[in-house]
């Protein structure tokens, strides 16, 4: 019998996994697909305060996400880093007084530590002039930090497994049903069933958490989520440097354009109304055509759909607070608990975002402790992610270390390996004492060696969680080169 039955693979089950294991309890996380298959891959890639949040008097929220940027940072050094944020100032929209009230208290109201304040900057001069239309003379520049979305969730699974979870991906949880003092669900993996038990389940299935409910209430479920799907573009390298931009519309939304990849520009999101019903999440050609629009305001070379080389789309499971605006809608996460059977709790989640996903993971265990004989106290505040020992979170001095521990390894080839598996990355490349055998190369720098490490300690069962979510490299692979691996890949798993 499990202490905690888990729906859903995405950033809060996995945070809350991560919490419970190390509390000492005894956890099954079921995830229907691969770990961070649907929105929590799919954002914008930012650990962040959420300047615009400040608009809407979201300011406990605003607070707890700039407390945890620094959390975060020092916690996942490798696949977290600092961005500096250049905002043009635009004549016609906020004026420049609202713009310096709200970076004043974005600056002060988080505790903020590690991360330099906001400024003032001309965008005359390099690397903004030619850049920018030329109309655009003053702007400010604030910190945020940039973090790779899906190896997050898979650190979080990673953790919780190295102390003692039980982590199914392509599992699917089919029913849940009361069992005494607690409940019994049947689960489906690689077309066999079996019935698990559990004290207690958290449902945080994301977009189908009403429909996991729905498993088990038997009264009619009042509607507590609100489905908004965010859409993002990505272009050839729009401008130079490791500086990202945000962009004011005339709508009152902002977008994001951001370094991706070395040699991309991610640029987002949207807020559009989305029903379960409206089929498979995909980007727009409405939406396509309003970032491309929206960018080209601000961008000295305007950009068409034609210049759009990938996209992606999610859906944000939010809670539903009535919000007229989609945009408007809180980001803030709702636990809420149910007791089917008696003294069992079945905890719903609503909203969250992946800045806060540690603390939604402390919370939620806090609302469970009634529940739950816990072996320690809150404890992931301090603690680090897997990989991401390095020392003083110095990404820098490690990759100087790695290059002296593998001198025959390509340069970009082991900054990525270092980027994507901190300190795991020996895992992968032994322990330098002989040259690694990297094996077959698939193209970007994809080699047998890493694939099979992903294969054997990740979770990767198929080629795509590989390309698109564990890494991005399919991004920089051709078509010819993504089917020959998809070929490698299952000819290996026959």
Not at 126 to 144: I, N, Q, W
Not at 230 to 239: A, D, E, M, Q, V
Not at 449 to 469: P, Q, T, V
Request: proline share 3%; hydrophobic share 40%.
């Amino acid at each position: 019998m499990y202490d905690l039955l888990i729906i859903g693979g995405g950033i809060n089950g996995t945070a809350i996994a991560r919490d419970a294991a190390g509390k000492g309890l005894k956890v099954l996380l079921c995830e229907r697909d691969d770990l961070a298959s649907h929105t929590s891959s799919k954002s914008t890639k930012l650990i962040h305060g959420g300047l615009r949040y400040l608009e809407y008097y979201e300011f406990n929220l605003v607070r707890h996400a700039l407390k945890e940027r620094e959390v975060m940072l020092r916690c996942a050094p490798h696949i977290i880093w600092p961005m500096r944020f250049v905002l043009p100032y635009d004549k016609g929209l906020r004026p420049a007084w609202m713009l310096r009230t709200g970076l004043f208290l974005y600056d002060h109201i988080g505790g903020r530590e590690m991360l330099p304040g906001s400024k003032s900057l001309s965008l005359d001069e390099a690397p903004h002039k030619g850049v920018l239309e030329s109309r655009f003379k003053t702007g400010f520049e604030y910190s945020d930090c940039w973090v790779d979305d899906a190896r997050l969730v898979l650190l979080y699974a990673l953790d919780a497994a190295h102390r003692g979870a039980d982590i199914r991906t392509r599992c699917e949880v089919l029913s849940v049903k009361t069992k005494g003092m607690g409940y019994t669900a049947q689960i489906k993996s690689g077309g066999k069933t079996q019935t698990v038990t559990a004290k207690g389940i958290v449902n945080a299935a994301g977009p189908w958490v009403d429909e996991i409910l729905g498993k088990i209430k038997t009264t009619k479920i009042e509607q507590s989520l609100r489905l908004v799907q965010g859409s993002h573009i990505i272009t050839k390298k729009l401008f130079e440097g490791d500086h990202a931009y945000l962009f004011q519309n005339a709508d009152n939304r902002v977008i994001f354009a951001i370094p991706y990849e070395h040699d991309y520009t991610l640029i987002g999101t949207t807020d559009r109304p989305y029903e379960l019903s409206d089929g498979p999440v995909k980007i727009s050609q409405e939406e396509i055509s309003y970032l491309c629009a929206a960018a080209s305001e601000y961008f000295e070379n305007d950009i068409s759909p034609d210049d759009v080389v990938w996209d992606y789309a999610g859906v944000r499971p939010l809670y539903d607070d009535k919000s007229e605006d989609a945009s408007a809608v809180t980001r803030d996460y709702v636990l809420s608990i149910d007791e089917f059977a008696k003294g069992a709790p079945f905890m719903s989640i609503y909203g969250g975002k992946i800045t806060t996903s540690r603390k939604l993971g402390e919370h939620a265990m806090q609302r469970l402790e009634a529940y739950f004989d816990y072996k320690a106290g809150d404890w992931t505040e301090t603690a680090l992610l897997p990989g991401g020992d390095l020392i003083d979170a110095d990404f820098d001095l490690f990759t100087h270390d790695m290059r002296k521990r593998y001198p025959n390894m390509e340069s970009a080839l082991l900054r990525r390996l270092c980027h994507g598996y901190g300190t795991r990355i020996t895992l992968i490349l032994g322990d330098g004492s002989q040259a690694p055998k990297l094996g077959q190369h698939f193209g970007a720098g994809l080699y047998e060696i890493e694939a099979n490490y992903l294969i054997n300690h990740e979770w990767a069962k198929s080629a795509d969680d590989i390309l698109w979510r564990r890494t991005k490299l399919g991004l920089h692979m051709n078509v010819s080169e993504r089917k020959a691996f998809a070929d490698w890949f299952n000819q290996r798993a026959a």
